[in-house]
Nanobody, 123 residues
């Protein structure tokens, strides 16, 4: 069992920055890759940034590559998503997610989801 609790999010103007954090806990949490998914109204949930369980390999969606950075802390109990140069198209609900084993950054492989946090980017 893995528990994921997101924090951060909110309203920001286009061009601004925002950080999200995901607190990770659970007896077997080290066996899971952690990532961030985004869902805009009327669209499917999309993997945008994922970090392999070894902490070295990262996957980014093309839409966020170069602007977003995923990382984890030294205690391996929190994963952050730093979002820079935000665009109105980045608006949506952001979910922290856990995939058992290696990261594929695809919703079909996610075993656990956080509750989600809203990010709104105004133009």
């Amino acid at each position: 069992q893995v528990q994921l609790v997101e924090s951060g999010g909110g309203l920001v103007q286009a061009g601004g920055s925002l950080g999200l954090s995901c607190a990770v806990s659970g007896a077997s949490a080290e066996a899971y890759s952690i990532g961030w998914f985004r869902q805009a109204p009327g669209t499917e949930r999309e993997g945008i940034a994922c970090l392999d369980r070894d902490g070295f390999r990262t996957l980014y969606a093309r839409s966020v590559s170069g602007r977003f950075t995923i990382s984890r802390n030294a205690n391996n109990n929190a994963v952050t998503l730093q979002m820079n140069n935000l665009e109105p198209e980045d608006t949506g609900v952001y979910y922290c997610a856990a995939e058992k084993g290696n990261a594929y950054c695809q919703a079909q492989w996610v075993n656990y989801w956080g509750q989600g946090t809203q990010v709104t980017v105004s133009s």
